[in-house]
């Protein structure tokens, strides 16, 4: 069985994606697992190599997918000619040029899925008000008409044309679904709404027979606290969330329960109760798997682990990414964690069903 080919954006050239690109996979252990191939900028990798101290690496530049080389000890590189002058880019500082070129990069990897010449994509974190910058400048002219994107999650779903999506956090065993992410709080409230909730389950449910889990545990928060206290601090739960668990008890998903106390589920989660936390809104899934999967050393002033994956689900093409943002603290500076990008990598793998 070939190893599957891995599609990976080198993110926000302003960020550290490049650098922990080339710490990722200057790793030999990646090219066990898979076939690895960066989308991005060689001028980019040249000069991100260098921040990182490893300029043994080779960057091979590529025309297509198929030039690739897939040798430890080399990175290949999809060329897209993104930055007019390398020695002149700002690091860690948003720009038109920095937003377009990591928008490139995504548009790009999902053509190469769409089409079968990657078998998984991971994506680097980019920086949305870069991004939605460029957009702007350009008038839609090198993004087919679009002019704003919340982030990588909707990006997706408009090119893979996909209607019902979600994103799935997972840091080990934890993994956190969300009926609405990018809104604001207010307007997340709205959303929950017993159709949309049983749709989040349903794409749980089946993310998980994907992974391998035969018959999934899957867990639904309330979003009111202590579930509203059967309507005394919201109707939500009876209103919505309970109807949308029936429904789908009643479609043979038997392994759904709720609504959970969300003081409470994630603790319950990480230990074994459940295989999957479908979360209300953004920050009720965020908070949680960050907690564990970011990890800060007091003594020495420095993030000791940044962990953790961020998945699309319901996609016709795989997609995973780093669970953090540009990071443009540590950009340039070649210190930038490449854990998460790693566990990303790993997670693409695993869902395509290919993992040794």
């Not at 994506?123 to 949305?128: D, P």
């Not at 949309?196 to 992974?211: S, T």
Request: hydrophobic share 40%; with cysteine; glycine share 8%.
């Amino acid at each position: 069985m070939n190893k599957p080919i891995v599609g990976i954006t080198m993110g926000d050239p302003a960020g550290s994606g490049p650098e922990i690109t080339i710490k990722a996979l200057a790793d030999p252990e990646q090219y066990s697992y898979c076939r690895p191939i960066v989308v991005g900028d060689v001028k980019v990798m040249e000069q991100a190599k260098k921040f990182v101290g490893r300029e043994d690496i080779v960057i091979h530049r590529c025309e297509k997918v198929s030039d690739a080389l897939f040798t430890p000890g080399t990175i290949d590189v999809l060329h897209l000619d993104l930055i007019e002058d390398i020695s002149k880019f700002e690091i860690a500082k948003v720009s038109v040029e920095g937003g377009n070129a990591a928008f490139q990069c995504v548009k790009k990897v999902i053509e190469l899925a769409m089409a079968g010449e990657v078998d998984a994509t991971c994506t680097n974190a980019l920086n949305k008000e870069a991004m939605n910058k460029a957009l702007e400048y350009y008038h839609g002219e090198k993004s087919d008409g679009y002019t704003h994107f919340d982030g990588h999650t909707e990006i997706y779903a408009t090119y893979t044309h996909t209607k019902k999506y979600t994103m799935m956090l997972a840091h080990h065993d934890l993994r956190v679904v969300h009926v609405s992410t990018h809104v604001s709080l207010r307007e997340a409230c709205d959303r929950v709404k017993k159709d949309r909730v049983l749709e989040v389950i349903e794409i749980a449910n089946k993310a998980c027979k994907d992974m391998g889990i035969e018959n999934p545990r899957i867990a639904v928060a309330g979003l009111n606290p202590h579930c509203g206290e059967n309507g005394l601090f919201g109707r939500e739960e009876i209103e919505e969330i309970t109807p949308a668990i029936e429904a789908a008890k009643a479609e043979g998903i038997t392994g759904v329960v709720g609504p959970c106390p969300p003081d409470s589920v994630f603790s319950q989660a990480i230990g074994g109760w459940y295989d999957i936390v479908v979360c209300m809104y953004h920050d009720q899934g965020h908070i949680p798997l960050k907690t564990v999967g970011f990890v800060y050393d007091r003594e020495k002033q420095e993030w000791k682990a940044v962990e953790g994956v961020n998945v699309t689900l319901g996609l016709p093409i795989i997609r995973a990414s780093v669970d953090h943002g540009t990071d443009f603290y540590h950009a340039g500076k070649g210190n930038g964690n490449e854990l998460s990008l790693v566990n990303a990598i790993k997670y693409a793998v695993k869902m395509t069903g290919r993992a040794n």
